[in-house]
Nanobody, 121 residues
């Protein structure tokens, strides 16, 4: 089994910061792309940021310059540093990773359970 476990969500005032973490655990041989999606209330899930195993990154236009994605390959963990938060950033944030399973020797996408981020005064 492979699991992604997120942490770090919560309530923050506009202009504040939060750091999300997501750790992969279980039986696997490697991780390719890791990323963060979010789903605001009443809206569809959208990509926030992604990072390859080589460290290349991609961001949604709405978060460029405010959010930073990074990963620690030794810990199988991806992070999302969120600064200058706005009420529009309020959403459930989901971690995702493309993982090579040891049992099947196939790549598959996995998702975390989601963590709530609320930006409000």
């Amino acid at each position: 089994q492979v699991q992604l476990v997120e942490s770090g969500g919560g309530l923050v005032q506009p202009g504040g910061s939060l750091r999300l973490s997501c750790a992969a655990s279980g039986s696997f041989l490697g991780i390719n792309v890791m990323g963060w999606y979010r789903q605001p209330p009443g809206k569809q899930r959208e990509l926030v940021a992604a990072i390859t195993s080589g460290g290349s990154t991609d961001y949604a236009d709405s978060v460029k310059g405010r959010f930073t994605i990074s990963r620690d390959s030794a810990k199988n963990t991806v992070y999302l540093q969120m600064n200058s938060l706005k009420p529009a950033d309020t959403a459930v944030y989901y971690c995702t990773a493309n993982i090579l399973r040891k049992v099947t020797l196939k790549w598959a996408d996995y998702w975390g359970q989601g963590t709530q981020v609320t930006v409000s005064s």
